[in-house]
């Protein structure tokens, strides 16, 4: 099922106390709804290369890039800047925290929030634990990249063996390099459980069937917490939703969002 132009318009008009200043307006005068696509750890564009086809009646697509800062905060504000004056908002995974900074700092922009295997919760004490290593270690140490082993770990059982996945996921963090692995391992997660109420965006919570990194808890505790949202769970899969279930992920989107305009 693929969204029309005049789906955009009635979400627009749903949307939007704002609609006429921040709809776009395509070459034949319809409403146009851009998407802001949010990665996660260690993670570029390349992450949403296959879902972006599903989701191409919503023009434009931007991804962001988190690979400059070193908050959170920082993050949203640098995704803001290059970001469509309006937009769905779409984020995976750490890039979940990201997207809901983003409603904090620029609530007026946001027309509906898509989170993808992630969680409100704040950093344990494991993580804590982890963080102190990497911060006692020297800057110059060389990056090696992610692990075959942990890549794996994060793919549905009849995925780990997928070597294409595995190298995709690998190749991205490469890319980015020990300095953003740094940066990224070392942010900090607040707890945002209590906040959560006040949301109140139309907000879409996915999550895998058999995600090790973000569990079932975790997305019911979103679904509760954010008044009115809907939870999908797709089967099949791991943590890396949008590269194990691209098009099952799209369809979600786009069957919820045009749900909510009716």
Known sequence: MTATVADHRLLSNLMAANTSEAAYIDDQGEYVVSILLVPGFMLDADLWRDVEPGLADFQPIVSVDLSKDSSIQDMARRALLGAPEAFILVGFSM???????????????????????????????LQRQRKAAITGQPNGLIFK?????????????????????????????????????????????????????????????????????RSRAEAEELHRGIV??????????????????????????????????A
């Open 228 to 261: 009115g949202s809907s939870l999908q769970i797709i089967e099949k899969t791991g943590h890396m939703i949008p590269l194990e279930a691209p098009d099952a992920l799209a369809t979600i989107v786009r069957r919820w969002l045009k749900a909510i305009e």
């Open 95 to 125: 890039g979940g925290y990201v997207a809901r900074e983003i409603v904090r700092q620029a609530p007026h922009r946001v027309k509906a929030l898509v989170l993808v295997a992630t969680s409100a919760r704040g950093d344990t004490d």
């Open 145 to 213: 990249g992610l692990s075959t082993a942990a890549v794996a770990s994060s793919l549905y059982p009849d995925n780990a063996s997928r070597l294409d996945l595995i190298d995709r996921i690998k190749s991205m963090a490469q890319r980015l390099g020990g300095e953003v692995f740094r940066r990224q391992s070392l942010l900090d997660r607040e707890d945002e459980r209590a906040s959560l109420s006040a949301i109140t965006y139309p907000c879409l919570i996915v999550a895998g069937e058999d995600d090790k990194l």
